[in-house]
């Protein structure tokens, strides 16, 4: 089956579990979809990426800590600074366990990266000689949960937050260092509401 097979092929799999899917203009991709798993208004908006030249397809989602969370998180570094940092390792570990492949974004303090966790990223790669429906809606099941688990975990030590976003200082680092001398417009980001106390969004550089 060719690029544009395994495509088709994905395109169905999704449509016919009634998902929400959207098309993203990617020049580095043969398909750059933009999904909402589980279906239904409460659902996590997912990117399914089949690169170009790559005999996978890479499943992937982003996940901004609200901006009242970042501030509670903050304020229990600076009076509790060993409990915050064996939070963090927990949370590490929590996504190790989960086997996938994954990051955190940690607030910026000069050239240090103390926190708070201001965004984190899960992902999964399907090979192709493995490509089946079941296992791209179980690699789409697998990464929601371990989103869900850091989600209530945040939400457990940091309160339901502000409803609004929080920044994310290694974005805006890269925003710089991509940004030609003249003023030019900022790349589209995309924004969705999860129906969850956490702005989402998806990082274009963050699957290649």
């Known amino acids: 089956m060719g690029d544009s097979g395994h495509v088709q092929q994905i395109r169905q799999w999704l449509a016919s579990e009634r998902l929400e899917i959207r098309e993203k203009n990617d020049p580095r991709a043969d398909a750059h979809l933009l ?55 927990e949370c590490r570990l929590s996504l190790m366990r989960a086997e996938l492949d994954w990051g955190i974004h940690m607030g910026h303090e000069g050239k240090e990266k103390p926190g708070p966790l201001q965004a984190f990223n899960v992902s999964l790669p399907v090979w192709f000689d493995g490509l089946n429906k079941n296992s791209l809606m179980h690699s789409l099941r697998r990464l ?46 995309i924004e969705y509401n999860d129906m969850m106390p956490f702005g989402t969004g998806l990082d274009p550089d963050e699957w290649a």
């Open 144 to 189: 929601w949960l371990a989103k869900l688990c850091m989600i209530h975990e945040i939400k457990f030590a940091y309160g339901p937050g502000k409803g609004k976003p929080g920044p994310v200082d290694d974005w805006v680092g890269k925003k710089k260092q991509n940004q030609p001398a003249e003023e030019s417009p900022e790349p589209a980001q």
């Open 35 to 89: 999904v909402r798993y589980p279906p239904g208004p409460q659902g996590h908006m997912f990117a399914v990426v089949l690169p170009k030249g790559r005999d996978l397809v890479f499943v992937s989602s982003m996940t901004r800590v609200d901006l009242g969370q970042q501030e509670q998180m903050k304020e229990h570094m600076a009076e509790e600074p060993e409990v915050w940092s064996e939070w963090v390792h």
